[in-house]
């Protein structure tokens, strides 16, 4: 694997918060550039969403991963759980309920997020 300060990687995670979000969440693709042989369109997945949170602190952009887990966190359910998918625009949640896998990324995110905030305070 690539150091996280490797240009590479640097421009790979922009790319994706710059090309893959929709209203502030990330798609797993766009569905209108990818012949999937499905119809219709999907919601954001929240693990990959969760998965830029951590890939933006990794690269030291450590602002846009907390707004980004500060709004993630603002769209939990009810119950502080969290599906596969959210609708963006309403904040349905979509697919599997509750979601593991989501809750996971969830966890990592959270805690690459607290290691920028004491590495920024020391």
């Known amino acids: 694997f690539l150091p996280a300060d490797d240009e590479r990687v640097r421009a790979t995670v922009l790319a994706i918060a710059d090309e ?3 209203n502030g969440f990330v798609l797993r693709y766009r569905v209108e550039e990818t012949d999937d042989g499905l119809s219709g ?3 954001t997945f929240l693990i990959c969403s969760f998965w830029l949170v951590s890939a933006l602190a990794e690269i030291g952009e450590a602002e846009r991963a907390t707004q980004l887990c ?3 966190l603002a769209h939990a359910s009810p119950l502080g759980l969290y599906a596969e998918e959210l609708e ?3 904040g349905r ?3 599997n309920f509750p979601q593991a896998f989501t809750h ?3 966890i990592n995110a959270v805690m690459h997020v607290i290691s920028q905030e004491e590495a920024a305070a020391s």
């Open 20 to 22: 893959l979000q929709e």
């Open 41 to 43: 369109e999907e919601g």
């Open 70 to 72: 500060e709004r993630l």
């Open 88 to 90: 963006a625009r309403t």
């Open 93 to 95: 949640h979509l697919g």
């Open 104 to 106: 996971l990324a969830l």
